[in-house]
């Protein structure tokens, strides 16, 4: 199927079908992102995944060694106690030559001089209305906009898809993506009905042939449900949506009891969620899934995936919804 479903952003991004591969940390390896970029899509490599700047700028060069299509780089910025050199991470982005990179957590404003001096394309990720509105202002090229269905940082707000994508697009004036929650061709039209120009997805793209994660972990998503997840740090405002184990529910009751960051940290700490992939012992830490486990019940390729989903929404926009003439 060769872009049947045309929108604002397969034609400002030069890409086939309007589904993104947003950032995972671990997961959004050059392996994934080349296979969802051959298929049509966009496909994104995770920067802080690799170690150092250097690392980032080899996984760019093998991702373009696997496509000829375009792909893109997720930048996230959150606060630490020790930030990553992010100038360097940037750097290595702009002298690898990708012109699309995707920008998720804080305000993405300090980085907005160097990545436009140098032609690429920004999409923000974020949780609401106001910072999408933000966004925007200070401009970025599109906004992927996360409802409270979405793995990892779904905000402090709790606004689902339903209501927060029709929210947002109403006032955007630029392309939106509308993530959380989506996994085939239904979420897809929907998508498209609330006013959004494509999905961006993530827990989908874990559940599939080229991702880079253990076999037992697919098998899990596949096994699992809509309640399968987990919300920690909530009383830390700092909300995250994480598969629901042994660990992650240890974190929940010790938060609920009162305790602190210090009191979880080294349950959380990311090398043992890094081990989850890698070894596929489920119990190792925190992972992050989303509640679209629960629409996923297979492991197919990328091209298998993003053909069933466009041909699945293709034929839902065209037989299912299409406009009838009464006959008098």
Known sequence: MTGPLTTRFTEAFGVRHPIVQGGMQWVGRAELAAAVSSAGGLGMITALTQPTPKDLAAEIERCRGLTDQPFGVNL???????????????RAIID?????????????????????????????????????????????DAVSIDGFECAGHPGEDDIPGLVLIP??????SIPVLASGGFADGRGLVAALALGADGINMGTRFMCTAESPIHETVKQAIVAGDERGTELIFRQLRNTARVAGNAVSREVVEILRGGGTFPD??????????????????LDAGIWSVGMAQGLIDDVPTCAELLDRIVGEAVDIIENRLRTRTAVA
């Open 167 to 172: 929210a947002a697009t109403a006032r955007l």
């Open 76 to 90: 996230t910025i959150l606060p630490t106690i020790t930030p990553p050199p992010y100038d360097e991470y940037r």
């Open 264 to 281: 979880v940290a080294q349950l959380v700490a990311g090398a043992r969620g890094r081990r989850v992939f890698e070894d596929g012992d």
């Open 96 to 140: 690898s030559g990708v012109t699309i990179v995707e920008t998720a957590g804080s305000n993405p404003e300090p980085h907005m001089g160097m990545f436009r001096d140098h032609g690429v394309r920004i999409i923000h990720k974020c949780t609401s209305v106001r910072h999408a509105l933000k966004a925007e202002k200070v401009g970025v």
